[in-house]
């Protein structure tokens, strides 16, 4: 029986392949390197009708902010539909909330803003500011306001804060009733004190229901906030996240990443505030972990609605429900998602597109000037 060897591979398709292999990563590089430094862009609107009164708009501008060039999309479906703009949290949510929410853009002209030290408003060569407050961005709001008010000449402006962002909402709601149609806060903060406490409560509880050594190691060892250093923040954080208080279904922080940084709206810019974004707002820490507004009279002369998800321990609903109560409003209400943590517009986006739409969109069919 005769068998065969097959020939062996001499040094020139050795270097064939290794050139080849080399070129590969080498194009893979260049494209990846094209991706990131791409300038964002978002996708205009195909003909929705005739008339001004149809006339879309999507654009992508980085307006001058107090001092800050911020990063400034506006898109809607016609520019005769009320204006919404969304405060989200520290991060930019702008990618995420084209991602889930784009909907809104039929019923609203919708403003998406990266806050200063944020997304595309980050600039990455500029130092971690040695102090930051939160009135600062309550400034950076009003300005926005005044320019979207401009822009669109509209009178008033739905106001939509997420996380973070429904402390510079509240305040800026209250303070300035003037250009408020309505005031939505999804996840409301109302005192951080007693909501680490509740979520170091959750965490722990849910460590043991688990059998989960490691967590309630930890968790024992840094005790019930208060906290006075950041590490133990760091780790209730953890555990409460990854048992559930962040996010109820699939959806996570990663997958969020990923969506973001694929988007058109997104670059490198994004990438860079994601994994560094934190140092720049540290500063603003100890006033954020601090805040209560549980503890002083609240009177609105616009409606509030307050919106959380009913496995939500980040910022616990149940205060925000007994804090609506205690508020004054002309119309008020406080609803809750069922299959949703922290993030009912992610978790829960058609329903949450459809309560905003038919509810919030009423209150802003005020006139133009």
Known sequence: MRTTRSPAVTGRPRRTILLASVGACAFLIVALAAWLFKPISTAPFPDVGRGDAAKSIAIVERWPINGFDQSVIIRGKSISNPALIWVGDLWCETPVLRHFNAALEAHFVVVYWCQRYSGQSLDPFAAPPKTLRLDQYVADLGVLIDGVRTRLRTHKVVLIGHSSGTAIGLIYAQRHPEHIAAYVG????????????????????AARA?????????LEQIGPPPYVDGRSGAILQKWAIRFGGAFHGKLGYPTLAL?????????????????????????????????DFDHREWKFQVPVYLISGRYDHRTDGALAEAFLDRV??????????????HSPPFEEPSAFNAWITDNIRPLATAPRP
Do not use: C
């Open 328 to 341: 004054e409003a002309p119309k008020k209400g406080f609803v809750w998602f069922d299959r949703s943590a």
């Open 210 to 218: 688990r059998h989960n050594d490691q967590a309630t190691k930890e």
């Open 186 to 205: 999804v996840g409301q903060i109302v005192n951080q004190a007693e909501g680490a406490n509740r979520s170091y409560s959750f965490a722990m509880a």
């Open 259 to 291: 969506i973001g940084l694929t988007a058109r709206e997104a670059n490198w810019r994004d990438i860079f505030a994601f994994l560094r974004g934190d140092q720049y707002t540290a500063a603003m820490a100890p006033e954020m972990s601090a805040l």
